[in-house]
């Protein structure tokens, strides 16, 4: 255990937490920390921050926050032991054995079985295409679609010739479990027992994960058969909805460039690769989520959502528009030529046609007014549609600054005022959501107003000022402090400075066990110090002040309901007490 342990500060002490971090959310310097868009929530307004002195991160928004560890875990949705592993590994930290419970070994070993299947596999996909005879359809798909060596290799592409145990024979060679290959979907078990390879005579397109590991497969057929594409089913380590196709490889450009341009298919994302365009990922042939929202999100201010001008693409589209306007990101959508995809476009036009055309882009919430307004309908029966539409949407959007956006683009679309739309919102609102927006606010006010301005007060002092704990932890803070969770820190607190007297914060924070401590601790370590050194004397003279004069009106409480001597007596020594610690 103390070995553990002792790896784990070795990691902390190896990593840089503005490095780790800012690989995957965009942030910039902003006085002493950095901030930036939190990947956690949606936000307009960047309230996620990174502390380098503190090597921490925490968002005034949602709460989340942590050291890197956290940070790995609530990213990545992983364990401790594996964001342990994950970050040892990457800072070359060599780990002891790991105490598990029995369960979280299972799981984790499950999962790195499944990863390492899913290596072993697109090894041998990858050697067919690249080495074997067998490989030359696939060879010849992919120089017909003129992708390179370079790209091949890079995004690990292959081939299965059209065998029903071409896969199975290479894994029982490696001695790999087939039992594990049936469970990350690359072979199925059939009803007479043995198995059987699931793609056969298919070029094979490995999806991985931000972590560079392979999670599961796409396959495209050559001929006219069908289905065209299949995939990898749901598994312990593949979620549909969850992964961009090529977003492990384009998610540096995509930063860099503040802009993520998300297409379809896996030929689209790599033809446009293909000619040196690199900010692209792919759905994988689902719908738009929100959490492949969220996941370039972290890197780009803005998507350009491309589409072919099928219906069924300009549907999808639309609906991923709520999501859009709720996580706050904003959404363009790029309209491709009737009977073009993103890959037959760069073909015939070359990459100035497609960023031409990009240029072009329009907001998505604009293009999405565009087409209801095309619709053959009376003017005025057009309009009450669209708003019937509209209104529910713009009435869920979490952040009011961008409903009224929204509002003004309605409104100048529509030829209809402002102000008559912002009514007709709000009327529906009050019918349809059952709680005004009033009601919200007065929840927020009074919470506000319960944090009393004495727990932040002493919270800042203890954390700014460590010369301070022992006056603090001498005094009654019980009596003055009024938030329960503020309590329990210093309750908790206290019992560690009884046993080992004063400590760091950062220790502090390590040994908190309640969320909500954690949470309300590490806000109070980014505020900056209220009291400066010199002053801090007299703040504590104005606590002790508050409690003493607390202690005499309760104990004058007492005396005047009992008429005891006993409480009168209280009384002269509390004043005793006071003045002697005056002089
Ligand atoms: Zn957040």
């Not at 800072?91 to 029995?102: A, D, F, G, I, N």
């Not at 598994?235 to 341009?261: C, Q, W």
Request: aromatic share 8%.
């Amino acid at each position: 255990m103390e070995s553990f342990q002792s790896a784990k500060e070795e990691v902390k002490r190896a990593a840089d937490i503005v490095e780790l971090i800012g690989q995957y959310v965009q942030i910039k310097k902003a006085g002493q920390n950095y901030m930036g868009l939190c990947p956690f929530h949606s936000e307009k307004d960047p309230s996620f921050t990174v502390s380098p002195s503190k090597q921490m991160f925490h968002c005034f928004g949602c709460k989340r926050g942590g050291d890197i560890f956290a940070f790995w875990m609530e990213y990545h949705k992983v364990t401790f032991p594996q964001a342990l592993k994950d970050l040892a590994d990457r800072y070359q930290v060599t780990l002891p054995e790991k105490p598990m419970t029995p369960f979280e070994k299972e799981k984790m070993e499950l999962k790195a079985s499944l990863f390492e299947v899913n290596r072993v596999a697109a090894e041998y996909f990858h050697g067919i295409l690249t080495k074997s005879e067998k490989g030359r359809s696939g060879r010849d798909y992919f120089t017909r679609r003129s992708i390179p060596k370079e790209v091949i290799r890079e995004f690990c592409l292959g081939y299965v010739p059209d065998e029903w145990d071409g896969l199975i024979r290479y894994l029982s060679g490696k001695k790999m479990n087939l039992d594990q290959a049936a469970q990350s979907g690359l072979v199925i078990r059939k009803k007479t027992g043995g198995y059987y390879d699931r793609f056969r005579g298919r070029v094979i397109f490995p999806i991985f994960n931000m972590r560079q590991q392979i999670v599961g497969f796409g396959g495209r057929i050559l001929d006219d058969s069908l289905p065209k594409y299949i995939n990898t089913p749901e598994t312990p380590i593949f979620h549909k909805g969850e992964f961009l196709y090529g977003l492990h490889a384009s998610h540096k450009s995509i930063r860099d460039n503040g802009r993520a341009v998300i297409v379809e298919g896996y030929m689209d994302v790599l033809a446009l690769r293909r000619c040196g365009f690199q900010e692209v990922a792919g759905t994988l042939g689902t719908a738009l989520t929100r959490e492949h929202i969220r996941s370039v999100k972290g890197y780009a201010g803005e998507a350009v959502v491309v589409f072919d001008s099928d219906s069924a693409g300009k549907a999808a589209a639309i609906k991923s528009l709520t999501s859009f306007m709720n996580e706050g990101l904003s959404s363009k959508v790029m309209v491709l030529p009737e009977g073009d995809d993103p890959d037959s476009y760069v073909s015939k036009n070359g990459l100035r046609g497609f960023l031409s055309l990009l240029e072009d882009a329009v907001p998505m919430f604009d293009y999405y007014l565009d087409s209801k307004l095309a619709q053959k309908e009376d003017a005025v029966e057009r309009q009450v549609n669209l708003l019937k539409e509209v209104l529910p949407v713009l009435a869920r959007l979490d952040q009011v600054s961008q409903q009224s956006l929204y509002l003004r683009r309605l409104s100048e679309k529509l030829g209809i005022p402002e102000s008559i739309i912002r009514t007709e919102l709000q009327n529906w609102q009050k019918h349809h959501m059952g709680e005004t927006p009033e009601d919200g606010l007065r929840e927020r006010l009074s919470a506000s107003r319960a944090k009393k301005v004495d727990d932040l007060y002493l919270l800042n002092v203890l954390i700014h000022h460590p010369q301070a704990m022992n006056r603090l932890m001498s005094l009654d803070y019980r009596l003055i402090l009024s938030d329960p969770v503020v309590v329990g820190i210093f309750d908790a607190i206290h019992e560690i400075y009884e046993k080992e007297g004063a400590t760091m914060p950062s220790d502090i924070l390590e040994s908190l066990k309640d969320e909500q401590a954690r949470e309300q601790f590490r806000e109070a370590m980014l505020t900056p110090p209220i009291f400066a050194d010199e002053g801090v004397e007299q703040a504590l003279n104005g606590f002790e002040e508050k409690i003493h004069g607390i202690k005499m009106t309760e104990s004058k409480k007492k005396a005047a309901q009992q008429g005891d001597l006993e409480g009168l007596n209280r009384i002269l020594e509390l004043k005793r007490e006071r003045e002697g610690r005056v002089i």
